[in-house]
């Protein structure tokens, strides 16, 4: 008759080849595919978070919600990957969150699961799930920081080439949100506004700064947003804080949206036609 030993006892014996046995249960264990099936334990134990004793040795008897005798009640596939009609089926579950399955049998020293081993089990399983549930949280949130990085980096690239495109272009281009304020314009904004690219963005056009013909930039900019229709001035003087400019320009005011419904806010385009004008 073959002795009673504790696992940790059979792990350090000869008989066991730790390497090679623990990788090939760990490649089994990684393969194992158990589909849930309704009404069978496995999926009972999640629903109700009540753990299961399982005896299948004794052939049929009076099964209950924690105790299970009927084979027919276990997943396919379980029994024959366990090998041993003895075990425990404990539910792991994190605040209302279900994480898994915890399968215990004593297969090596063939000792009975007692109500107070799955007393303690459950007890473990409390923690096992909550650090299972924490590791899920935190490869979502590494998942999603990596793709918010990602995304960072092509919003970058698309902000470059933006920048890029809106400076080869030999005109004077300044946007603007819905709060007036300047969130981009080119190096030829500069001469025209009489201050600095980087001391431009961020500023905000007010009402009675700049005048095309008389006509406050600032109302005009916000018929444009609220009428999402772009407005042309053509020849025009413009006016800035009460400085008039010799130039002659050709202005444009077009809405700026990402989608149809809502204006984002408006961009300026300025053309000093002055030369062309005077030929």
Known sequence: QQSSFSLEEYLNSEKFDTQTRVS???????????????????????????PRNVDLSAGYGSDDSYRITDISRIETGLTEFLDYPKFCIIP????????????????????????????????????????????????????????????????????????????????????????????????????????TKDSLIGRKIRKG???LDGLDLYYELSKVMKEKRAE?????????????????????????KFSPEIPEGAVVIIENITKTVRL
Do not use: W
Request: hydrophobic residues 45%; aromatic residues 8%; charged residues 30%.
């Open 209 to 211: 700064l700049i005048f």
């Open 24 to 50: 090939l249960l760990d490649d089994r264990i990684k393969k194992l595919k158990i589909p849930l099936v309704k009404g069978k334990v496995l999926s009972l134990c999640l629903e109700d978070g009540i």
């Open 92 to 195: 792991l579950i994190s605040r209302t969150k279900k994480v898994g399955i915890l399968i215990v049998d004593n297969k090596f020293n063939h000792r009975e699961i007692t109500r107070d081993d799955i007393d303690f089990l459950f007890m473990l399983s409390q923690f096992a799930a909550s650090s299972i549930r924490n590791t899920l949280i935190y490869n979502d949130l590494k998942d999603s920081l990596e793709a918010l990085a990602k995304l960072n980096s092509k919003l970058e690239f698309l902000k470059e080439y933006n920048e890029k495109i809106i400076e080869s272009i030999p005109v004077s281009i300044i946007v603007l949100d819905h709060d007036f304020k300047v969130t981009l314009c080119n190096s030829n904004s500069e001469k025209l506004m009489g201050r």
């Open 232 to 256: 042309g001035f053509y020849k025009t003087a413009v006016t800035f804080g009460g400085r008039k400019n010799s130039d002659i320009y050709d202005i444009i005011l077009v809405p700026f």
